[in-house]
């Protein structure tokens, strides 16, 4: 007797990736920083960091966020990045007010319980990326030196 | 990074440093941040401070590896990575929470010496 085994025919499940697009929030012929430098930044530090909860790049003088990736579950940065813009001008506020000569600000560490906030200033200190992590994704140290090799 | 010697960690680089002045870098590093606390290069183109991040990594996918095997009776003691022309030791606190990275140049220096001179020296980290 022949023996029949069905097999069934459902179609395998197709695992779909979400990933993240970039939220941008400027005009194209805007601003300090060409979109393609921006997109470049956000790239790079997705593409090394890919557990990361959101990148932004901001300017500095008015805390608006340029562009920003988040995960899919992830937050909107756009205020806790002016508030990180705001810091940024009172430490350099405390420079000038110091009288620091020759200094630069690189970056500001923020490391909170449950998450690593870190800025990094570009040299002309126009503009900045906010990255924030898990630390259980990378360590404080990592995620500062990832930003410092895209963020010169 | 200029170190002071003050604390425990830059006591430790300078301690290191006394024994093997050939080395080629050297740094105290702490492994939940990944940052030196001390550190030491007399190349430029090795930077401690990159260095310290990297390996920390390697340092804490090992710890992950060893709960992951279940080996919760084991404590990594010490990790020695082989290069072309280079050695570079990472020596753990018997606590785990920091480690001396130290980068010597194969032909130059005798490892047991190297050994050594990290095994004295983690004793003073706590």
């Keep these: ?152 | 990074m200029p170190y002071s010697t003050n604390t425990p960690a830059g006591k430790v680089v300078q301690d290191v440093l006394n024994d093997l002045p050939g080395l080629v870098a050297v740094a105290v590093v702490d492994v939940t941040s990944g940052m030196a606390l001390a550190s030491h290069s007399n190349s430029p183109s090795i930077n401690p401070e990159t260095a310290a991040a990297y390996n920390t990594e390697v340092v804490r996918q090992k710890q992950k590896a060893m709960t992951a095997l279940k080996l919760t009776n084991e404590t990594i003691e010490d990790i020695l990575i082989t290069l072309t022309n280079q050695l570079h030791l990472l020596k753990l606190t018997p606590n785990g929470n920091k480690f001396i990275y130290l980068v010597v140049n194969s032909r130059e220096t005798n490892l047991a010496i190297a050994r050594e001179v990290l095994r004295s020296t983690a004793d003073q980290l706590n």
């Design chain 1, 1 to 152: 007797m022949m023996e029949i085994s069905v097999v069934s025919t459902k179609p395998p499940k197709k695992i779909v990736r979400i990933q993240p697009s970039i939220f941008w929030n400027i005009s194209p012929n805007e601003g300090i920083l060409f979109p393609k430098k921006i997109e470049k930044v956000i790239k790079k530090m997705f593409s090394q960091l890919p557990l990361l909860i959101t990148i932004a790049v901001v300017e500095t003088s008015t805390g608006k966020c340029l562009a920003y990736l988040s995960q899919p579950s992830g937050f909107d940065p756009t205020p806790a990045v002016a508030c990180g813009a705001e810091t940024v001008r009172q430490q350099q506020q405390v420079m000038a007010a110091l009288n620091m000569r020759g200094e630069r600000l690189e970056d500001i560490l923020i490391p909170f319980r449950k998450q690593l906030h870190l800025i990094r200033l570009a040299k002309n200190g126009q503009w900045f990326g906010y990255l924030v992590v898990k630390p259980q994704d990378t360590s404080l140290a990592l995620a500062r030196e990832v930003l410092k090799s895209i963020i010169l």
